[in-house]
Every structure is written in structure tokens, then in C-alpha cells.
């Protein structure tokens, strides 16, 4: 076929039409944007002769990714949550905002209001089976000075892949804890090593990982956040070394400064000193904070996760969001 409709004046007068253009309502960005979103699908359609069953196969994936909330798993699949980061890391290096833990993706399976503690924390119930972790780090600002009390939110999967919360076999905010640093910067957790994360087998996202021949494999990886006043807010995770997605993460979260191996520890004093049962793996990550004078970056969710949140996703989608 070699119709080709989209440079028509009769396209691009609807085109604008659609995006309210003609009209004196609404909100100016969200017809700039609209405009250019469904312009270039418009010309998508033309330049691949989309076909009619294509366009409404498109419909129903979109449809079912939306009603099973899997935007949120297909983002970081399709690089997005990656390419924020890469545009966040060029805002930084254009201010000389530079040293720092490099970012990475929050991904969507965070959830706030874990439990608090000081210095230490447990993330595991009891039930959680899996190999012991003892997970250890300090937390500095670029000039290699401890940052006392800073916040050390930490999140992970158990030993099947799965999320307290998303896995409803688990028990409320297991490995989910915020801890905050000793007066030397140190945290130290006791956990269970993680597995790797896949997406469901069958479900919409992995629908559209499999027709582009991809897999969706995360290696095993911990989650953090880490803020303290005047410096700037933290999204990373670490990736476990010698996974076998270490280097093939399908959510792209994966830098070199962020591969931890994990250390299997045998010595009994060492057991002994920590008053655990037997040999553990221990994982250490410390983590160096950027300093900012501009007031905390904003940190982004990659889901709404309160009431309240949905309420601002309402307010910024009618454009009164006060950003
Ligand atoms: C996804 C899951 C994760 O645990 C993660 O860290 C990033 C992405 C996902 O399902 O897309
Ligand atoms: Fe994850």
C-alpha cells in the first residue's frame, strides 16, 4: 500500500483539532504534548501502513496492560525509567554537580511507610527462608565525611523473586525497612539473600518483551534510597555479583559501579560476633552522597501508593499540580 495521508492539510488541521488547539480551555503543555504524541503515531500508521486488526490488537495489549497496573513493569522494559536516569545524570553534569553513588531505576515495587530503625534493622520475618545476609555500609558525602543519621530506606525480593505487599504470601513490609545511619554513617542490616526478579510468565509486559525476542529477567539486586538534609536524594540499587542476568537485566538497572559480590562467610567467631546461627554471605555497599544546595530533587514514585497520591496524579493531569 502507499497511502500516505499525514501531510495533508486535511491531517494537520485534525491533529490540531484533537489537541484542543481551537479551543481556549485546558492546559497548554497537555496540548503541545498531545499533539506531537498522537501526530507522530498518526504518521506511525502512515510510514508502517498499520493495518486495522494491528491498531486494535494495540488497543486490547494496552487495555489489558492498564487493567492488570503493568505500566509501571513494562516502563523500565522499554528503557524509560533508564533514559530519565540518562537525562538525570546530564542535568547533573550541566550544573557540575559531579561525585556521587551513580543512580539507578526505582523501579515499581517500592512502598513507603516501612518500619524505622536505628543504626540496625532485621528486613526478614523469621519465616523468610533463604541464605542468611549481612548487609553493611557507610554513608559519606563527596569529601569522604560520614553523613550521621542519614536515611537508609531499603527494599528486595525474597528467595522466589517476589515483593511483600505484590506477593501476598508475605508478611507486611517483610525486607522493607528504613534505617538510619549511626553517628559514624554505618548501617547494617541482617536479611536473606535475594533472587532474581522475572516478570510474570504470560502476562502483558512479558507479551510484549517476547515479540521483540527479549526476556524479562532482573538479576538479584537490593533496593535503596539514601537522603540526609543538604545533600542530594539517592535512587540506586545494588546488582549481586555472578547472577547470570547481572550483565542482562531487562529493566536496564544495571552499572558497574553498582555490582556487589556477596562474600560467603564461614569463620565461627565471625557467626559468633554477630550472633547469627551459621555461615552467611556478606554484602557491602557504601554509598557517597552529592551535596545540593537547590532544595532536594524531587523524588520520583514510580507508582501512587496512597490515597493522597492518586489525588495528585488527578491534580496534575487537570494541569493544577503545583509543581
Ligand atoms: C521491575 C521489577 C523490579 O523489581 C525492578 O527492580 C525493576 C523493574 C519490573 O517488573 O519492571
Ligand atoms: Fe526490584
Known amino acids: 500500500m502507499t497511502v500516505k495521508i499525514f501531510d495533508t492539510p486535511d491531517v494537520q488541521a485534525f491533529v490540531k483539532t484533537v489537541a484542543g488547539f481551537d479551543k481556549t480551555g485546558g492546559n497548554d503543555r497537555a496540548k503541545q504534548i498531545v499533539h506531537r504524541l498522537v501526530g507522530d503515531l498518526f504518521k506511525l ?121 505484590f506477593d501476598p504470601s508475605q508478611s507486611e513490609y517483610n525486607l522493607r525497612r528504613t534505617i538510619y545511619a549511626d553517628s559514624d554513617g554505618r548501617y547494617t542490616a541482617r536479611s536473606i539473600i535475594p533472587s532474581g526478579y522475572g516478570v510474570p510468565e504470560g502476562a502483558p509486559t512479558d507479551v510484549v518483551l517476547k515479540s521483540l525476542g527479549r526476556h524479562g529477567e532482573r538479576p538479584a539486586h537490593i533496593h535503596y534510597f539514601v537522603s540526609a538534609p543538604g545533600h542530594q536524594h539517592l535512587t540506586t540499587q545494588i546488582n549481586l555479583a555472578g547472577d547470570p542476568y547481572t550483565y542482562d537485566d531487562f529493566a536496564f538497572a544495571t552499572r558497574e559501579e553498582l ?21 552467611f554471605s556478606h554484602v557491602v555497599f557504601d554509598v557517597e552522597l552529592a551535596q545540593t544546595d537547590a532544595a532536594e530533587l524531587q523524588v520520583r514514585h514510580a507508582r501512587p501508593r496512597a490515597k493522597e497520591d492518586d489525588q495528585d496524579l488527578a491534580s496534575q493531569l487537570a494541569g493544577t499540580a503545583k509543581v
Open 45 to 165: 500508521i502512515d510510514d508502517f501502513d498499520v493495518t486495522e486488526e494491528e491498531y486494535w490488537a494495540g488497543v486490547n495489549l494496552l487495555n489489558a496492560l492498564g487493567s492488570q497496573t503493568q505500566f509501571g513493569l513494562l516502563s523500565p522494559g522499554l528503557g524509560f525509567d533508564h533514559f530519565l536516569d540518562m537525562r538525570q545524570d546530564a542535568i547533573d553534569a550541566e550544573a557540575k554537580r559531579t561525585g556521587g553513588t551513580p543512580r539507578t531505576i526505582e523501579g515499581p515495587l517500592y512502598v513507603a511507610g516501612a518500619p524505622e530503625a536505628e543504626g540496625f534493622a532485621r528486613l526478614d520475618d523469621e519465616a523468610t527462608e533463604g541464605e542468611t545476609m549481612w548487609l553493611t555500609g557507610q554513608v559519606r558525602d563527596v569529601n569522604g565525611t560520614p553523613i550521621a543519621g542519614a536515611k537508609v530506606e531499603i527494599w528486595h525480593a525474597n528467595s522466589q523473586g517476589g515483593y511483600s505487599f
Open 259 to 279: 555490582v556487589v559480590p556477596a562474600e560467603r562467610i564461614d569463620d565461627p567467631a565471625e557467626i559468633a560476633k554477630r550472633d547469627l546461627d551459621g555461615p
